[in-house]
């Protein structure tokens, strides 16, 4: 499984971005697609996941309300809306690919794109 992960930028506070995770390779034997970020200086949190049976969602609480998480099949994506950002969701966010469904445990993930800015400016 390859993930690509885009759509980073500058933004100003109060603005909006839309990640995209594009996946290829066995991606019907994955679960769950979640989404990371990493700040510098800071340990990889996790923002939010979705389950690829029945398309559950589950968001960290700093995300709740304002990021969205949902996928399109037919394209092999997956896409983080984020709304309302702040400066504090500035970090590169990373997409990952696990088998276990509904985890927030980086270490339950087995693929990771790359990587891609998202800089938030006050």
């Known amino acids: 499984v390859q993930l690509q992960a885009s759509g980073g930028g500058l933004v100003q506070a109060g603005g909006s971005l839309r990640l995209s995770c594009a996946a290829t390779?066995?991606?019907?034997?994955?679960?769950?697609i979640g989404w990371y970020r990493q700040a510098p200086g800071k340990q990889r949190e996790f923002i939010a996941g979705?389950?690829?049976?029945?398309?559950?969602?589950y968001y960290a609480d700093s995300v709740k309300g304002r990021f969205t998480i949902s996928r399109d099949d037919a394209k092999n994506t997956v896409y983080l809306q984020m709304f309302s950002l702040i400066p504090d969701d500035t970090a590169v966010y990373y997409c990952?690919?696990?088998?276990?469904?509904?985890?927030?445990?980086?270490?339950?993930?087995?693929?990771w794109g790359q990587g891609t800015q998202v800089t938030v400016s006050s």
């Open positions: 979705i389950s690829r049976s029945g398309g559950g969602t």
């Open positions: 990952a690919a696990a088998y276990l469904s509904g985890s927030r445990n980086a270490e339950s993930y087995e693929y």
């Open positions: 390779g066995l991606i019907f034997s994955v679960n769950n």
